[in-house]
């Protein structure tokens, strides 16, 4: 028998009880904790998690202002807004799995009644842009009875939004698109490039046109709507809400009747071309256009890759450019009043001085000569404006070649310079100079060093010079008004939405130019006489136009394209107040084309109508 040792009765006892304490101990340990954690949860910081509570409870829905109006110099609205119903999907939703992916296309496919290609191209197309997070848009406008339906099922399409959206509307349809431009969606490079802090996914910002240049004050002020909902979305109830603040809106130089005359004009030629009317006093642009021109609506609702295309096809003439302020050209003989400035300035000649112009002459070994090899006798600066003598104005390059006489008066004119309008998209032209061309001859073998045989072709427009019809008709303005150079500007004033004026824009003196006044007056008659005396090369054109004028044809050769008809006109002559240029891509000659577009924007101008006239033996020219 194994013995066992006796344990005593207390001993026992108090083993119990020590460990009884122990787990008692741990126990008040562990509620103290617990005790503290629900104080500090409840007490000290009970009001932050309150707040996040019914943070929880709300939602803040953006509300987009509605922008600002576009309206012309009299008050008619060009550009306006109206709301739309817009289709959109919520990226967030959307899975990154392919197969739960092409469940849920296959289902809004379905319910848009598209195919599931189109729904899946259309999401990835829109989404590679927009900023991360924000709704992508499949459809605008959708129709009532597909709103319904989505509101009812809302369940069962958790991914779609249907939201009220502004969108622009054109009341005048096509006119002045180029300049009025666009508004698009904000993209993910838009919110990294602006410096604007209230602008956010889902908004829209001008693009292009004047809805781009004064973005900032067409935009307005986003207001909030705040709702409650419950647990699982819901709806209960609206809270407190901030009202949008709309944009401000523009109301713009533009002449209604000679902006639709010009866009008439030029697109009755059937050929792309652009024109261009401006106060000659005060840079105020009167009309603008480019031909072939588009639809603005267009773009209110997501384009397709073929209408892309089409805008920019070269082969239907690249309707999207403008140009008249994005055109570059020589520019023919609509340039020699810059010539003969320069001339006269420099010493070359006198405004009595003549020459024989048989038609022909050879400068440096290089055969020159007029349009048909025409001669016309002697001639003297008013007379060589008047039948346009190339023979002139060669022999007057010939003789500032090296003096960068030429150079110059052009730059000061404005010819290789931005204009500064405000509308984007204005080409710089490019006006040649030794310096110039042998750089760009050293970039391009297909361009020729400098010669002499160049500022021979400068001096009567052609050659490597390139401009804009909105260049020269600032260059003419500045002819015209004694040697102002303007800033061209589209916008006559900033209004609220009450219609209070808030800003108004001043003329804009960029540069003055010292022309002689005697100099002016034997330039604007020679101009004169080309456009209303028998001789003059436009006389068939402006003969009979009751309305004095001072206008010049230009036909500027352009290969492999067909020659480039111009023609610049001031009026009323001698003191102008408009300056109008229009010119046709493969026009042929000046008073073909160009200068009875011209023609037509000053018959509604001055409502005047030119007569028929006659050559003095009864036959109508």
Do not use: C
């Not at 944009?247 to 030629?269: F, K, Y």
């Amino acid at each position: 028998m194994k013995f066992q040792p006796v344990i005593p009765e207390t001993k026992r006892r108090s083993g119990t009880a020590l460990r009884l304490a122990i787990i008692g101990g741990a126990g008040l340990v562990l509620f103290g904790i617990l005790f503290f954690r629900l104080w500090s949860l409840q007490v000290v910081t009970g009001d932050e998690y309150l707040a996040e509570a019914n943070d929880n409870r709300t939602r803040e829905i953006r509300v987009r202002a509605p922008r600002g109006r576009i309206l012309d110099r009299e008050g008619n609205v060009l550009v306006d807004n109206r709301t739309s119903m817009a289709l959109q999907l919520d990226p967030i939703e959307i899975p990154d799995e392919i197969p739960a992916r092409r469940k849920i296309f296959n289902s809004i496919a379905e319910v848009m009644d598209r195919d599931l290609d189109w729904v899946r191209r259309k999401y990835r197309d829109e989404i590679k842009d927009n900023p991360p997070g924000s709704p992508v848009t499949l459809a605008n406008d959708v129709e009532d009875d597909l709103v319904y339906y989505l509101q009812e099922h809302q369940a069962d399409y958790p991914q779609i939004q249907i939201n009220r959206v502004f969108v622009r509307r054109y009341p005048q349809g096509i006119t002045a698109a180029h300049l009025l431009g666009s508004v698009g969606e904000v993209t993910a490079d838009d919110l990294e490039a602006t410096e604007l802090a209230d602008l956010q996914a889902g908004d829209t910002l001008g693009k292009a046109g004047i809805e781009q240049t004064y973005d900032i004050d067409l935009r307005g002020s986003a207001g909030t709507t705040r709702i409650q909902v419950n647990s699982t979305g819901q709806v209960k109830g609206q809270l407190a809400s901030e009202t949008p603040e709309p944009g401000n809106s523009l109301r713009l130089t533009l002449d209604p009747g000679v902006q639709a005359a010009g866009e008439a004009a030029v697109s009755s030629i059937g050929l792309p071309g652009g024109f261009v009317a401006m106060d000659v006093n005060s840079g105020e642009v009167l009309g603008l256009g480019s031909t072939p021109s588009f639809d603005p609506d267009l773009f209110t609702r997501p384009l397709s890759q073929s209408q892309v295309d089409a805008l920019y096809n070269e082969d239907q003439g690249a309707p999207l450019f403008n140009r008249a302020i994005g055109g570059s050209y020589p520019v023919g003989s609509i340039f020699k009043p810059i010539t003969a400035l320069a001339a006269l300035d420099g010493g070359q000649i006198a405004p009595t001085d003549t020459i024989e112009d048989n038609g022909k002459i050879v400068i440096a070994d290089q055969d020159f000569q007029n349009a048909g090899a025409e001669p016309h006798g002697t001639v003297d600066l008013r007379r060589s404006l008047e039948v346009s003598s190339d023979i002139y104005y060669y022999l007057l390059g010939a003789d500032m070649n090296g003096t960068n006489q030429l150079q110059k008066w052009s730059g000061d004119f404005g010819i290789g310079r931005p204009t500064g309008i405000d509308v984007p998209g204005e080409s710089t032209g490019f006006l040649p100079s030794p310096k110039s061309v042998n750089e760009l001859s050293e970039e391009n073998r297909f361009v020729e060093p400098w010669v002499i045989g160049q500022n021979i072709q400068l001096a009567i427009g052609q050659g490597y010079m390139q401009a804009s019809p909105l260049q020269m008709a600032v260059a003419y303005a500045a002819l015209g008004n004694g040697g102002s150079v303007l800033k061209p500007h589209m916008v006559l004033q900033e209004e609220d939405a009450a219609g209070r004026i808030l800003k108004e824009t001043d003329p804009e003196v960029v540069r003055q130019i010292p022309i002689d006044p005697a100099y002016r007056d034997v330039i604007m008659a020679g101009l004169h006489d080309a456009a209303q005396e028998p001789e003059g090369t436009s006389y068939g054109v402006f003969g009979g136009f009751p309305i004095p004028v001072a206008g010049k044809t230009g036909t500027a050769e352009r290969p492999p394209n067909g020659d480039q008809a111009w023609y610049a006109v001031l009026a009323p002559y001698p003191d102008p107040e408009i300056v109008v240029v229009t010119t046709i891509e493969e026009g042929g000659f000046g008073a073909d084309t160009a200068a009875p577009v011209a023609l037509q924007i000053l018959s509604e101008y001055f409502d005047k109508q030119a007569k028929p006239v006659t050559d003095g033996t009864g036959s109508v020219e």
